[in-house]
């Protein structure tokens, strides 16, 4: 290889893990934002998430952050509407939210994948959680992103 190849193939890499990098995790700070194809109030919205609903911005692009969500999917949300709360996603179908740190406690409730949760706090794998709606209680780590 010559030396202006390497160089290049430096720079391109070290670039890519740059973009890597700036990967921040944010969350949905009002009741209902709207998701766009792109980054302007005239594009077409494409769905709408609720509060806490956490997404990983990949991109900012003026008032705009292009995000990946936890099934993988793109949208473009106005950062306006985010913040750094920590939050989670759950990611399995009827999933039990107990009353304490394990599986001893009582099932307070069952959500379903895709509803989002503010985190209050953790207890070895497990996280305590509350809706908007103020539901709130414990779920095991790996039932959620």
């Known amino acids: 290889m ?7 193939l430096t720079i391109i890499l ?6 890597l990098a700036r990967a921040e995790r944010m969350s949905v700070k009002v009741n209902i ?29 003026g008032a705009w952050d292009l995000f990946v969500d936890f099934e993988g999917d793109h949208g473009w949300v106005e950062n306006s509407l985010l913040d750094h709360t920590k939050c989670v996603i ?9 009353s304490g740190p394990g599986t001893r406690y009582a099932i307070r409730f069952t959500v379903d994948k895709g509803v989002p949760f503010k985190v209050l706090g953790k207890k070895g794998d497990w996280i305590h959680i509350v809706h908007a709606d103020g539901d709130e ?3 095991f780590r790996t039932l959620v992103w």
């Not at 010559?2 to 290049?8: D, G, L, Q, V």
């Not at 070290?14 to 973009?19: N, P, T």
């Not at 759950?90 to 107990?98: E, S, W, Y």
Request: aromatic share 8%; glycine share 8%; proline share 4%.
């Open 2 to 8: 010559n030396k202006s190849f390497c160089i290049t």
């Open 90 to 98: 759950v990611k399995k179908d009827n999933c039990n939210v107990r």
């Open 33 to 61: 934002a709207n998701i766009r194809a792109g980054p302007s109030t005239s594009a077409m919205v494409i769905w709408q998430v609720e509060k806490y609903h956490p997404l990983e911005v990949i991109r900012k692009q």
């Open 137 to 139: 209680g414990w779920i």
């Open 14 to 19: 070290v670039l890519a893990g740059a973009g």
